[in-house]
C-alpha cells in the first residue's frame, strides 16, 4: 500500500486550499482515512478522519472550516480547506488504518506542505 498527497502551497489567510491523497494497493473503501499536520517544533496532530462509511470526524481546530471526503472510484481522500489562518500551516499528512481483526496497522504517506500567510 502506498499513500501520495498532493495539492499543498502557498495561499493567504481567508483563503482556500484542497488537498489530496491517493492510495494504490490495497482495497480503499476497507480503509479509514484520516489527515494529521506537523507544525515546524511541534508534534503531530490529527486534523480530521473519514470512516468506511463516509462519516466524518474533525478536531475542534477546523471545525466548521476543514472538510475531509473520500471518492472511493478514485481511492482518493480529500481534505477541503475554506478559511484558512497562518496557524493552519504545516506538513500534511494522510494515513490509511486497516484492521486485521482489532488489531489496527496504520500506513503514513509523505507530506504535503501548506503555508498560509496572515
Known amino acids: 500500500v502506498q499513500l501520495q498527497a498532493s495539492g499543498g502551497g502557498l495561499v493567504q489567510a481567508g483563503h482556500s486550499l484542497r488537498v489530496s491523497c491517493v492510495v494504490s494497493?490495497?482495497?480503499?473503501?476497507?480503509?479509514?482515512m484520516g489527515w494529521f499536520r506537523q507544525a515546524p517544533g511541534k508534534d503531530r496532530e490529527f486534523v480530521a478522519a473519514?470512516?468506511?462509511?463516509?462519516?466524518?470526524y474533525y478536531a475542534d481546530s477546523v471545525k466548521g472550516r476543514f472538510t475531509i471526503s473520500r471518492d472511493n472510484a478514485k481511492n482518493t481522500v480529500y481534505l477541503q480547506m475554506n478559511s484558512l489562518k497562518a496557524e493552519d500551516t504545516a506538513v500534511y499528512f494522510c494515513k490509511l488504518r486497516v484492521y486485521s481483526g482489532l488489531a489496527p496497522h496504520d500506513y503514513w504517506g509523505p507530506g504535503t506542505q501548506v503555508t498560509v500567510s496572515s
Open positions: 473519514i470512516s468506511r462509511s463516509g462519516g466524518p
Open positions: 494497493g490495497g482495497s480503499f473503501s476497507r480503509y479509514c
